[in-house]
């Protein structure tokens, strides 16, 4: 196989683009490939295109774990789920190639800034490809795309959205429309009418790396405490052997206060999330579920940082930082998340019962 000519730009010599739009209908491609709650974070992107052009075709290409919280969602045409390490064969980077270029976008958007998530832009022949410049422009990202922005803010959630200052769209509302399937709703209401009228708290043990776990008996003291000062029923939720572990401790350590979640699929546990009433979790996929359906949430942090991943403008507490490479934080134990004490959590709960404001980074006194 010529891999020159399978990896030819065909806008390489061509001039840049006008800014501004000249049609209300135009072919766009996302690009946004990592975790679940990154790609959540991506949602008020897709929205805030539809919104100012409503007549556009929307593609969003993701790998295929976190494809199903884009599936029908009600602002996206098209998703292209693309198998974790695409990119590392010829034959990967062809198949990719042939199936985005048959949408014939004519804009790209790395919301990434990942080689990965470049390339896609680039292999799609969109002519204008917009993706971070400085270090949230990573790896080969700033040769594969050709309109770069410096972003100003640090939340993922509005640094994503500066990419659509070139298209016109400054400053927009956030906005999330994140579909969940009517039997999944169905199930979550039956299942809540049948364990308790009572509040409900969810509380999430797990996360991608130790460094970002809370102690399950931590979490369990905590549900004794609100189940006695608010009345919540706890429900420990888990997805997993090791997170099940986690989700039964929390429940033996609770004095009847949490029971455990039952085995759910991703679309029950956000539907379960959408009818509680609190929900506390580390930095994860379903933290970001919760401020999406506009739950009442609380982030725990240690080896990330809320300024920049935190529940969106909802409560995280961080009394420590597990600095470092991302490679050593991903490796990393949970000591800064052991600093983080229950007195910490109760105390965000009873601002949010008081609805005192908060910072999205401030740490209670115990």
């Known amino acids: ?24 209908a135009p072919r766009i491609l996302l690009s946004r490939m990592s975790a679940i709650g990154d790609t959540i974070l991506t949602m008020p992107v897709a929205c805030a295109l539809r919104r100012e052009y409503p007549d556009a075709t929307l593609v969003w290409v993701v790998e ?52 990965k998530s470049a390339l896609a832009g680039w292999l799609s022949g969109a002519k204008r490809r917009i993706g971070y410049s400085g270090r949230h422009g990573g790896e080969l990202t700033q040769w594969l795309n050709n309109e770069l922005i410096e972003p100003t803010a640090t939340h993922i959630v509005d640094r994503s959205l500066e990419l659509l200052k070139p298209l016109g769209i400054d400053a927009p509302s956030v906005d999330w429309q994140m579909p969940i399937p009517e039997e999944a709703i169905d199930w979550a209401n039956r299942w809540r009418q049948k364990i308790s009228d009572q509040r409900i708290a969810i509380l999430n043990p797990g996360a991608t790396a130790d460094s970002k776990m809370w102690e399950p008996d931590r979490f369990g003291q905590t549900a004794e405490i609100i189940r006695k000062r608010y009345g919540y029923r706890s429900v420990a939720v888990w997805g997993g052997s090791k997170e099940r572990c986690m989700a039964e401790w929390i429940v033996r350590h609770s004095n009847g206060a949490a029971i455990l979640a039952p ?3 991703l679309h029950q546990l956000a539907a379960l999330i959408s009818t ?16 999406a359906l506009g739950t009442p949430t609380i982030g725990l942090y240690g080896s990330t940082k809320p300024d920049d991943s935190g529940p969106y403008q909802q409560m995280a507490l961080q009394n420590a930082y597990e600095s470092g490479s991302r490679r ?9 998340m052991r600093q983080i004490h229950v007195s910490d959590v109760c ?4 601002r949010l019962h008081k609805n005192i404001p908060m910072s999205p980074a401030a740490s209670p006194a115990a």
Do not use: Y
């Open 64 to 115: 295929r774990k976190a494809a199903p919280m884009i599936r029908n969602h009600p602002v996206v045409d098209e998703v292209v789920e693309l198998e974790r390490g695409w990119f590392t064969s010829i034959r990967g980077i062809k198949q990719t190639r042939d199936r985005l270029r048959s949408f014939e976008p004519e804009i790209a958007i790395d919301c990434q800034g990942l080689t």
């Open 276 to 291: 509680s009433d609190l929900f506390v979790s580390g930095d994860t996929g379903p933290l970001h579920i919760a401020v």
């Open 1 to 24: 196989m010529d891999f020159q000519r399978l990896m030819h730009d065909p806008t390489k010599d061509e001039p840049m683009p006008e800014a501004k739009l000249n049609h209300r």
């Open 328 to 336: 050593h934080r991903r490796k990393a134990d949970n000591k800064a």
């Open 263 to 265: 085995d759910t699929s």
């Open 347 to 350: 105390h965000a709960i009873d």
